[in-house]
């Protein structure tokens, strides 16, 4: 049984008066593909806000590797390794794609002003490093041909290619992702599951993932998590979930 | 008419140097400062209360001067044909107007960008008001007067219009390299993701705040050598100049009509609109009127902004790439 | 002849299309809810039928007009408004303006419709000086629907109308909607509360990716254990 | 808008921040009390800052920029009056207690039907274009500031830079107990002002355009909805402040012993008046009513330190020390 890389332990988020999570509690595996799944408003996509440091929790605590991480702000967290994306793709528009990637990896020399202009062949080399991983990602996303062209100009699925490319640039351990699946065409589905699952063998990478196309959790995922009014209602197998009949009733608001 | 046109390319190379500023600020990381008048006066008194001679007999009033201090670094020796203390002071222009920056930033630049803006016209304006009242700081409205040549006694006093020219242009050049080199580097990129999501910036593991800080500190220090420089051309400074007009929205106006983010925008922009405000002086009468400027000038960012708003400086490289083409045509036809 | 008939309609947003060729009707009197998993295009499908997102194929009549090529703001006068989900409210307007701002189409005097709207919610005629913003959620969604209904609709949109209520306020919207229904007016709703909505609804459609799954009576649907599997997945 | 949430969430702090607006509240009661002169004049110079200020807030309110024109509007409106008050207007002086004469009861309405007119042209020439094009609100801002000094080009190329006056002979000060004195002109003012007010009140809680402008202020999404004409409203929302904006112009040369103007007399209010929407809280044309009073108090008593001429100064830094505890401002809601 592998060890779980995010505990999270009695999460509450109260927004006024409304509380989105509500004594949350989960464990999710090393190296595990876990899907979250719920009802519309069960807090999903808040528990995500909440892990990557985009809300500070009301109560309760999120340990990632052992270290508590909530209440931090997102640019710590995304340096422990905890990567999130978008439900709808936030990509810098005007930015070409290569760029939109070589922006992310942290501690880069040449983001000191000092040493962006002092030390320019330190910057040079690291950016020649960076580029070519750039490279090598947008190899592995099937992204190359529009590296050099302005995200803005994307389709839709190669958005969400891009987002995926993105989150792989910041060698994570672990990625949240918002929804992968909506709006991408098949073909790019394929193309988007087949990423996911080489970044979870070859790189290690655990993933956490909201999606309401069930049909893809069944293939991507081997754990799902349920939410229901702020906390997890239940969990197990992909084809155990699918039978459980309060999984059922929750959707259905019975 | 070539007197003209050196104290006129003086102006631009100055303006471009604001410009450059302002650029940092709005252009490349969506700072909303309309403030620019309050680091332009802070670099143009720093500088000129450190490098100011005592005044003569016949000019003494009862106020204090701060500094007094160009006569003991006037003993200094020149390295070269360099004066230490014309270094000395863009230094202080730069170290006064990062301070206040600093300060001013961190208070203001988590505002949204309507409310960075009237706080730092506020601040612009405290800042013209302390140089107007408190006499014994800056002589109130008369300003300051005694402000040294660069290269004095080297260089004879009629030629001074043209060295100053040359010095104005190598810190431009300086500056516009620097600035090059920075907006191509990486922390560049991060300022150009800035500016278009800063929610992006912030997931990609960016502490945007760090950035924007550095880069409005950045901007004011440039401001603030511009206004150094700006004191060491008239040699004689006073608040009138420091008005949100003359002080802020000039700089706007030639940013925007430049096209913001843009990396030659200063220098196009400072040409074109400066060469309005001060080419109107010859046209024939009614429209030479200096109030005829403020006019051509409002309406013509007005213009810009709903007609062409990525600036001019794009609408020229099209020309350019058309008249490289047309070369390589005719050049091609040649060949044949 | 039905009240509202679309088909065929296909929309979305930029370059992502959400529902992909859908029919539906709503018959004079009915009420009529879709349901269907997250992201299934339900919204999207309402706001395509209101107006707010433009179809991009299939023909939308409405009371013998077609009137897919209408902005939104040509359809409302015909008899076709709409709650939003979230925002449906003037915050610092009082409920009495709110209903005014509701009934701004019409020339004649609205005295008289805002009377029948506190005798239809009798919970907000004690607050009907209060800024609408001071509301609690379900007499907020109370004061949408008056809202809405100050044109006297043929038609009543709803989406989500008990979106974040708690279960004794969505037993109070659930009985409003059959009181309004009660006045002649057609519903056609969105839900996520598939069994109570269904319970009180003449027909009902299941969407999923965009496409109509199941179409029923409201209670044979809501009985039909294959809803269930068709948010599951296991379909 | 100046802290994170993070500063100020704990009840703690909610608590010392309270106790801290109260203390601020009740020191500046005093202070301002302890001078009730100047106070008083306060009070005329925030009605006219009131009339600036609820124009700049009602356009926020529809189209959430700062209008960075308006000063430069007020400025016009002072000349449109004063052209008709030399060229056009009979010659007369010293109506009643008053330094001017009855023209000026026709000049301004005059002049506020001037500066509506040129609100309404801006957008429909300008703003609606930027609008349309869904430019960044920064841009239309600068597109407000090129506009402020086409105004004020305007106003140099007609009237030329020297000051001006209107019309106008010296009139006794009415003496009050405790060292108050009051220039009739500032009664007149402030009961313009007030007039104004009142009829704007009436107008947004009376009548269906005025409620649709709040409708369209509140949630513009759903006033289309309900089938209201924004476009419509927007121009209405330009036109009362442009209005507004050449009352306060007029008002402001009559405020001045000497009723005198400069072709940067709107500009220079700037501070104050963005000072007085802040303090009351962008958007909310009573919260401006109140900062502007606020702002205006605040200026006048500063006189009894501080030289007259800091006065914008004194007006930022009250907006700074309550923005300080009351990010929103007095009576700000929206985020």
Known sequence: ??????????????????????????????????????????????????????????????????????????????????????????????????????????????????????????????ERAIEAQAREVLEFTGLSEVADIPAEGLSGGQKKLLELARTLMARPR?????????????????????????????????????????????RLCDHVIVMSEGAVLTQGTPAAVQQDERVVRAYLGA | ??????????????YSVFTLGLNVHWGYTGLFNIGVAGFFALGAYAASLLTIRPPSSDQVDDYLYAGDLANRLEGLPVIGALDVWFVAALMAASLVTAAVALVVGTITIRLRGDYLAIATLGIAESVRLVFLNERWLGNGSKGLYTIPRVFDGIVPAQDYDRVYLVVVLVVFAALFLGIRALVHSPWGRVLRAIREDEVTAEASGKHVFRFKLQAFVLGAVIMGIGGALYAFNLRAISPSAFTPLLGTFIIWAMLVVGGSGRLYAPIVGAFIVWGIWSGSQFLPDPLSSPNVRYFSVGVLVVLVLVYAPDGVTPLLSRVRERWTARRRLRRAVAEE | MPLLDAAGIRAGYGDTEIIHGVDMRVDAGEVVTIIGPNGSGKSTMMK????????????????????????????????????????????????????????????????????????????????????AGSLSGGQRQMMAVARALMLEPKLLLLDEPTAGLSPLLMETVFGMVRDINATGVAILMVEHNAKKALAISHRGYVLAVGEVRMENTGPELANDPQVGRLYLGSE | MFFTARTMSSPAAARVSRVVQSTLAIVFVVVALSHIGLAVNGIFLGSILAMGAVGITLVFGVMRFANIAHGDMMTLGAYVAFFLLVSVLPEHTGLGPFTFGFPLLIAMPVSMAAVAALAVGMDVFVFRRLRLRRANIVTIEIASLGIAIAVRGFVQMVWGTPVRYFPNEGRAHFSLPADISIAPNHLFVSGAALALAIALHLLLTRTKQGKAMRATSDNPDLARASGINTERVLLWTWGIAGALAGAAGVLLVIFNATAQLKPTMGFQLLVPLFAAVVVGGIGNPYGAFIGAMLIGISMEVSTAWALPTYKPAIAFTVMVIVLLFRPRGILGSKG
């Open chain 1, 1 to 126: 049984m592998a060890s779980a890389i995010l505990r999270v332990r009695g999460l509450v988020m109260d927004f006024g008066g409304v509380r989105a999570v509500d004594n949350c509690s989960l464990n999710v595996d090393e190296g595990s593909i876990t899907g979250l799944i719920g009802p519309n408003g069960a807090g999903k996509t808040t528990l995500f806000n909440l892990i990557a440091g985009f809300h500070k929790p009301t109560a309760g605590r999120v340990t990632f590797r052992g270290e508590r991480i909530d209440g931090l702000p997102t640019y710590l967290v995304f340096r422990k390794g905890i990567v999130r994306t978008f439900q709808i793709p936030r990509e810098l528009r005007r930015m070409s794609v290569l760029e939109n990637l070589m922006l992310v990896p942290s501690d880069q020399a040449g983001e000191s002003m000092w040493r962006a202009v002092a030390a320019r062949w330190l910057v040079k080399r690291q």
């Open chain 2, 1 to 14: 008419m070539l007197e003209f046109l050196t104290a006129f390319a003086i102006l631009i190379g100055i």
């Open chain 1, 174 to 218: 672990m990625v949240l992702l918002d929804e992968p699946g909506a709006g991408v065409n098949p073909t790019l589905l394929r193309r988007l599951v087949g990423g996911i699952r080489r970044a979870r063998e070859e790189l290690g990478i655990t993933f956490l993932i909201i999606e309401h196309d069930m049909g893809l959790v069944m």
């Open chain 3, 48 to 131: 395509a039928i209101v107006g707010i997102v433009q179809a991009s194929s299939g023909e939308i009549w409405f009371d013998g007009r077609r009137i897919d090529g209408l902005g939104a703001d040509r359809r409302i006068p015909l008899g076709l408004c709409y709650v939003p989900q979230t925002d449906n409210v003037f915050p610092t307007l009082t409920i009495t303006e709110n209903l005014e701002m509701g009934g701004f189409l019409r020339s004649d005097r609205l005295d008289g419709r805002i009377r029948e709207m506190f005798e239809l919610f009798p919970d907000l005629a004690g607050k009907r000086n209060a800024k």
